[in-house]
């Protein structure tokens, strides 16, 4: 089978090493608008509109481009896949959604629920019992405590903390480093220790 990974920059290729790592794949090439016809890491880069016949995944970190890229390629018939890299660790009963990425060192613990095209980047965990809802975001490092819900789009800066049963709005960033003690609006950017959303 192939896998095709849309976006060809820095996610893209960090999601072909995911890919590689797994093994599971044939072929493996790249959609990408602006790198189309180009190769990347000696792998071919397709136009999204051109992709046939292989799953797909997203290698994009703004969601709303990831958004985008997951809607043209679902609209030509692709099936998006889960692509776990083998350094990683999801617990058994924790279900990933179509096009989730979990990427070296992460660790997903038990009973969460991961939704479509959701991403756990580099060594970032995600405790018991999360619910992280469509496109959400753990940037490298991040911990994002049990029981807590990321709403759609919501993104978890590089080594910041949520504390357990939190949650975080739809489309929020909890800034880099930050430690989220309550509850973060939707649309918010909160930054700090404890977090605050930013005026
Ligand atoms: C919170 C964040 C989204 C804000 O981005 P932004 O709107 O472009 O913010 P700016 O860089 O314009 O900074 C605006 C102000 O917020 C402050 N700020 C930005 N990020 C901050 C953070 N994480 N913690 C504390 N303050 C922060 C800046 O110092 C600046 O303050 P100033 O106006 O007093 O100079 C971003 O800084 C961030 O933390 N992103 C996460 C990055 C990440 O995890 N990347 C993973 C890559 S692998």
Redesign the pocket.
């Known amino acids: 089978m192939t896998l095709c990974i849309a976006g060809a920059g820095a996610l893209g290729r960090e999601v072909l090493d995911v890919a590689v790592a797994c093994g599971r794949y044939r072929e493996v090439v790249f959609c990408d608008d602006a790198l189309a016809g180009q190769t990347v890491r000696g792998v071919p880069v397709r136009h999204p509109d051109e992709v046939a016949d292989a799953e797909f995944v997203v290698g994009v970190a703004d969601p709303s481009a990831r958004r985008s890229l997951a809607g043209r390629l679902r609209d030509r018939g692709l099936g998006a896949r889960a692509l776990v890299h083998p350094a990683a660790t999801v617990a058994p009963d924790t279900v990933l959604g179509a096009g989730c990425v979990i990427l070296a060192g992460a660790v997903v613990s038990s009973s969460c629920l991961l939704g479509v095209h959701t991403q756990v ?1 580099y060594n970032a965990t995600v405790g018991h019992d999360a619910v992280l809802d469509a496109y959400s975001t753990v ?2 490092g991040a911990n994002v405590g049990g029981a807590c819900h990321l709403g759609a789009d919501a993104a978890v ?2 080594n910041a903390t949520v504390l357990q049963q939190r949650s975080v709005g739809a489309g929020a ?1 909890v ?4 430690v989220a003690t309550r509850d973060i609006p939707a649309g918010a ?1 909160a ?2 220790v404890p977090a605050r959303p ?1 005026r």
């Open positions: 980047h940037f490298p800066g590089a960033f800034g880099a480093g930050a950017i930054v700090g930013r």
